[in-house]
């Protein structure tokens, strides 16, 4: 069955007919040609796919498109302002925390909507303390950011890039 | 070799030059390169693990709408007939592993795809299976050669002689895990038949081997087939070519004139694009009173497929690796009906130096000798297999130096005794080395261009590697520019040849050539105008048959094993390495540290269990597959040591894709040992395995 529905990607405003069966992933790389977020796993098992779904991290291979009518997302390519990266992106510049970049865009994505959940005080697996504010110690962050797999094995300049974000 | 060139840029911690676009995810990726008349295509796949087909039904597929062409063994393409029965797509009834592709549809869109593939109706004969690599599996048998083209066997001396007389012996057996690849980026093409010609986006390590390929299967000339490849997610071995790519152009050519997409499913990936065998390694060590090795033998079982043999090197490195008169190593494979092995980020040394890095650990426990100082007791003068000098062999200093930053000296070799919280603690090191592989066939073209600039080109890849970033590097010291002024090409079948972006040879094979090309160039050219071009290739190294040629590293690894539960941590591992001179320390930091993280990442996670009554890997996918989370690497660093190389080529350089990978988990290992006294022999290191 298809569908007509509405989103906002990037600010763009855009309308499209889907299957119902299309994921939000699929509706933004095949049907539209936004190719920011990434395929890897299309079960919610990598992250590489991660966008800012209405301001919250989401793996979009998770959510199906008429689901999200009228959603408004966030891509790594809506989170630089033309050639003026976000500081989440120059700091993985800057430490090397990527290689092949498959990864990187969910990275990206999932870095900002991660410091957002620790500023609300949201906690980890590894917080000790529930209730303060959280303080994003390596550990933190890892904890944090496990959700977005990179086999190239970038998780330690990963981490140096966002703790260098954060100050 | 004729002399190194002068580095200028080389050395430099130059930024990933195409690192803006893959922050914001703009680099395209293969299945990236959409038009809005893009069909997709959905294979369908065995589900029996050896048989034959007996019946196809795609009447409701076909009758699905939206489905543009359903593919059978029936109708498909006939090939040329190739060497690579793997590549036999479609051509038979046969079905020789699980999984295999047996039929596909071509559709408009994916989902539509993935239904009529779900639609096809099969029925089997089937016929019985053996998928279980055991150490005495039927038939296990000594192929020709091992990957590529090393010895099957070899023998020095009197191993079992010096054996028996030995007055330490260690003798165990280590076994590895079916592992895996799993590069971030699913394999994917889009493929586009029009007017006899076929163009490809495609993921992949070899651009020209794929053109080549295709262009042989179709019966194509070659420059009727372009493979293009700008950005490739990852491969790790995987990307070579499959039978997907194949499948590929083959749903193209059923609809002519539309580009075709077809990206595997990650599970898909468990059956189609090879995986590292599993292993089981016996190495018996001998040793004197003094603490040196007066035999060692190495000897391997492993699997191939029935269908199509792959022959992992798995005890190759232990050859040179130490001092011994007497040694052997042997390979013995059973063709099982599974999909073919194939490379895996240093296929050989990557599991043979887990066994024997964790035995050279047992051994010098057995001598009472610090391992640091037993394997610099046993350190060769020459390559003990060869009998050439090395080139450059820096093991023992990359040792010491590890030793020094990592606060080795202060260690207590007893096992079991510390604990913290619960924790026992524990710090391990292994050896780590890598063959300098250089690959024939790659050339490469230097073109003045206005401003000063030149352009550079060369069907060279970057799966990730920094090769962008690092053959600018290159290209600029030999052309004499600063690195903007180098107006770099690659990833495109269309420019001059490039080997594979594989066995850490790429810098080496695709560097001569541009440093050839630029001696060319400015011998011909003193005073060049814009339009000036000369072109170059790879030479012919003449030092190889005078020298062995490795790269050397030390892995350290700080352990902690809960008492209780068994559950491994890694907190600290470092890596020293000794790989002739290093192009960028930026990207080549990277390197080291992500081959270590997938080090790490054998070592405690990964594991593709076969589930031997239907022939398939069970786990597979991200969720049964476990590879390294960020949470599970801790602080990890890698550097290196300066080695002075002018025999290896005119950079100076060795690969470090893979070395990173080499004894990273044999440190890891060693280390659970000297935490808990308890030694696991079997990868990967879950917790059940600590708990006696
Ligand atoms: S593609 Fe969505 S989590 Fe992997
Ligand atoms: S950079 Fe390749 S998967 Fe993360």
């Given at each position: ?12 405003p855009?309308?499209?007919v ?18 920011s ?25 998770l959510?199906l ?7 408004e ?22 430490h090397?925390g ?14 900002v ?10 906690p980890?697996h590894?917080t000790a ?22 086999r ?16 | ?40 295509l959905?294979?369908?796949q ?5 048989g ?11 009758a ?7 593919l ?6 006939r ?11 479609l ?34 004969a ?30 020095e ?8 007389a ?8 280590y ?11 699913p ?11 076929l ?14 390929t295709?262009?042989?299967?179709f ?10 490849a700008?950005y ?26 539309r580009?075709?997409s ?5 599970q ?6 090879g995986?590292?065998t ?15 090795l007066?035999?060692?033998?190495h000897?391997v ?8 043999e ?5 005890a ?13 190593t ?8 599974v999909p ?8 050989g ?12 650990d ?20 020459i390559d003990?297999?060869?009998g ?5 062999r ?58 000063g ?5 060369i ?19 030999a052309?004499?520019?600063p ?5 770099l ?10 080997s ?25 050219f ?39 539960t068994g559950e ?9 390495f ?10 080549a ?5 992500g081959?270590m ?6 070592a ?6 076969m589930?031997?009554?239907f ?24 550097i290196w040591?300066?080695e ?36 696991v022999?079997d990868?990967?290191?879950t ?6």
């Amino acid at each position: 069955m298809d569908v007509e529905i509405g989103l906002r990607v990037d600010g763009e405003p855009h309308r499209l007919v889907v299957d119902t069966r299309t994921t939000l992933l699929d509706a933004m790389r095949e049907r539209l040609g936004i190719t920011s977020p990434k395929k890897g796993c299309d079960h919610g098992q990598c992250g590489a796919c991660t966008v800012l779904l209405d301001g919250r991290r989401a793996t979009t291979c998770l959510a199906l498109a008429v689901a999200h009518d009228g959603a408004e997302i966030v891509t790594a390519a809506g989170l630089a302002d033309g050639e003026r990266l976000h500081p989440i992106q120059q700091a993985l510049l800057d430490h090397d925390g990527l290689q092949c970049g498959y990864c990187t865009p969910g990275q990206v994505c999932s870095a900002v909507g991660m410091l957002a959940e620790a500023e609300a005080g949201w906690p980890s697996h590894v917080t000790a303390d529930l209730s303060g504010a959280v303080e994003l110690t390596d550990e933190e962050i890892a904890e944090r950011m496990s959700g977005n797999l990179c086999r190239c094995g970038a998780y330690a300049n990963i981490v140096a890039a966002i703790r260098e974000a954060v100050r | 070799m004729t002399g190194l060139i002068e580095p200028k840029s080389i050395g430099a911690p130059l930024e990933r030059l195409e690192g803006h676009a893959k922050v914001t995810g703009t680099a395209p990726y293969a299945a990236e390169h959409l038009a809005a008349d893009t069909a997709h295509l959905h294979p369908v796949q065995a589900t029996v693990a050896r048989g034959r087909i007996t019946g196809m039904d795609t009447t409701a597929a076909e009758a699905l709408d939206g489905v543009l062409a359903v593919l059978t063994p029936g109708n498909a393409p006939r090939l040329a007939p190739g060497d690579d029965p793997e590549l036999a797509v479609l051509a038979s009834d046969e079905v020789a592993y699980r999984g295999q592709i047996i039929a596909a549809a071509v559709a408009e869109t994916t989902e539509i795809a993935r239904q009529a593939a779900d639609l096809v109706r099969v029925s089997y004969a089937e016929l019985p299976h053996d998928v279980e690599l055991r150490a005495d599996s039927a038939g296990l048998y000594a192929p020709e050669v091992v990957n590529p083209t090393y010895p099957t066997d070899t023998t020095e001396g009197d191993p079992d002689g010096a054996l028996a007389a030995a007055a330490v012996t260690v003798d165990r057996t280590y076994t590895t895990p079916m592992e895996h690849n799993n590069p971030m980026e699913p394999h994917a093409t889009v493929a586009l038949w029009a007017r006899d010609t076929l163009t490809l986006y495609e993921s992949t390590q070899w651009p020209h081997g794929v053109r080549d390929t295709i262009a042989r299967l179709f019966g194509l000339a070659t420059d009727q087939v372009r493979v293009i490849a700008p950005y490739v997610g990852g491969g790790f071995g995987s990307k070579t070519i499959h039978a997907n790519t194949v499948l590929a152009a083959m749903g193209a050519r059923a609809v002519p004139g539309r580009p075709v997409s077809f990206a595997l499913t990650r599970q898909q990936m468990f059956s189609l694009v090879g995986y590292r065998t599993p292993t089981i390694q016996r190495i018996r060590l001998g040793a004197g009173a003094d603490g040196r090795l007066t035999a060692i033998a190495h000897d391997v079982v492993e699997q191939t497929a029935r269908l199509k043999e792959f022959a992992e090197q798995t005890a190759v490195a232990t050859r040179s690796m130490y001092a011994a008169p007497n040694r052997r190593t042997t390979h013995r494979l059973a063709a099982l009906d599974v999909p073919a092995p194939t490379w895996m980020r240093a296929p050989g040394e990557c599991p043979g130096m887990f066994a024997l890095e964790c035995a050279m650990d047992e051994m010098a426990i057995a001598c009472g000798l610090d391992p640091i100082e037993f394997r610099v007791r046993n350190e060769p003068e020459i390559d003990p297999e060869t009998g050439l000098p090395f080139s450059s062999r820096n093991l023992i200093r990359c040792l010491r130096e590890g030793a020094d930053r990592f606060g080795w000296r202060r260690r207590d070799p007893t096992p079991g005794v510390r604990r913290e919280d619960g924790w026992l603690l524990g710090t391990g090191v292994a050896a780590s080395t890598f063959p300098v592989f250089r690959l024939p066939g790659s050339a490469a073209t230097v073109r003045r261009l206005a401003g000063g600039r030149y352009r550079v080109q060369i069907d060279a890849v970057d799966i990730g590697t920094g090769a962008w970033t690092s053959l600018a590097q290159i290209a600029a010291d030999a052309l004499d520019v600063p690195p903007d002024a180098v107006d770099l090409r690659i990833g495109d079948s269309a420019l001059p040849p490039g080997s594979v972006a594989g066995g850490s040879s790429g810098t080496t094979s695709w560097g001569s050539a541009i440093v050839d090309a630029a001696r060319t160039f400015r011998e011909k050219f003193p005073d060049p105008e814009e339009g000036d071009e000369a072109g170059g290739a790879t030479p012919d190294n003449p030092d190889l048959e005078r020298f062995a040629m490795h790269a050397y590293g030390a892995q350290f690894a700080a352990v902690r094993v809960h008492a209780d539960t068994g559950e491994v941590r890694v907190p600290r591992m470092l890596g020293v390495f000794a790989a002739g001179r290093i192009i960028n320390p930026r990207t080549a930091r990277s390197q080291f540290i992500g081959g270590m993280t997938m080090g790490l990442s054998m070592a405690l996670h990964e594991d593709s269990v076969m589930d031997v009554r239907f022939g398939q890997v069970a786990n597979h996918d991200f969720a049964g597959y476990h590879i390294a989370s960020n949470a599970d690497v801790r602080s990890i660093d890698a550097i290196w040591i300066e080695e002075e190389d002018p025999h290896v080529n005119p950079m100076g350089s060795k690969g470090i894709g893979e070395i990173g990978i080499v004894g990273a988990a044999a440190a890891v290992a060693n280390a659970a040992y000297h935490a808990t006294g308890v030694r696991v022999r079997d990868l990967p290191l879950t917790p059940e395995k600590f708990l006696r």
